[in-house]
């Protein structure tokens, strides 16, 4: 058993949500950061695109509230798309990005694991 005392449990509130993380055409914000976790969420407005990041050694999960989240990446032809109730695994250096082929705002739950940058903004894939 660690000597350590236990952190408190914690609620954000969408007041608490913070402008973090910025790749053109995309939203983010951060609820909280840790060493090795990062939590928060990504609305993309209608018909937008984001410019190709990656999320360095950081394993990336997200779940669709509302809306479509088309991801397009490196070394696969074409997208895939998500909707509400999917979960998308972004793996660690993926080089991707995504957009909202819909008309109305998509909305996803991001997190995080591996403590490496939060997002790399880079130039497409060759």
């Known amino acids: 058993m ?9 609620v954000f509130t969408p007041a608490d949500l913070v402008a973090a993380d910025p790749t053109p055409g995309m939203d983010r914000e951060r609820a909280f950061e840790l060493p090795l976790l990062w939590a928060g969420q990504v609305e993309t407005a209608p018909g937008a695109v984001s410019g190709w990041h990656h999320h360095d050694r950081n394993e990336s999960s ?3 509230v509302r809306g479509i989240l088309r991801l397009e990446f ?5 997208w895939l798309d998500a909707g509400p109730g999917d979960f ?7 080089v991707h990005r995504e957009s909202n082929p819909t008309g109305e705002p998509s909305l996803a739950v991001i997190a995080r694991v591996g403590g ?4 790399v903004n880079v130039d497409g894939p060759a």
């Open 88 to 94: 998308v695994h972004v793996p660690a250096w993926t």
């Open 62 to 64: 997200l779940y669709v």
């Open 74 to 78: 490196e070394g696969h032809e074409g």
């Open 2 to 10: 660690s000597a350590e005392l236990p952190r408190p449990v914690r």
């Open 116 to 119: 490496g940058v939060p997002t």
